[in-house]
């Protein structure tokens, strides 16, 4: 993973961060500090940070607003810390009968979920399908 999804230029990109980003003071020194760490490139880029932040908000949202059970598909691809919260919370936005596909799943550790049928695939760094059982 790249800290950095934009191919654009440094200054453009600075400018749009500068712009665009919302992004609290204390996160965006402790970003400023890590830059020259030599595992910098593992970290999310800002706007990824940012997007990520608005689809668990959306999610609570959809959640809070009785939505649960309401969706076929979802796509898990984001930061691996966040996976297992992500998850849940998809799990119950799924219909039963539902799926749920995981990216990066070889990375780490077994998935053992009575409430899912579970197909893992040596596909790139792993696809997880995960389908709610009904």
Known sequence: MSNRT??????????L???????PAALAALRAETASHPHVNMQ????????????V???DA???AGEAGHYDFAFIDADK??????????LRLILPGGLIA??????????ADPRIDLSLLPVGDGLT??????
Do not use: C
């Open 6 to 15: 934009l191919p654009l230029d440094g200054r453009l990109y600075d400018y």
């Open 129 to 134: 399908l995960a389908r709610r059982r009904p």
């Open 81 to 90: 810390g966040g996976y297992h919260a992500y998850y849940e919370r998809l």
């Open 57 to 59: 908000r959306l999610m």
């Open 44 to 55: 999310i880029a800002p706007e990824q940070g940012q997007f990520m932040q608005m689809l």
């Open 102 to 111: 995981v990216d990066n799943t070889l990375w780490s550790g077994a998935v």
């Open 17 to 23: 961060l500068r712009k665009s980003l919302r992004e």
């Open 62 to 64: 959809r959640l809070a």
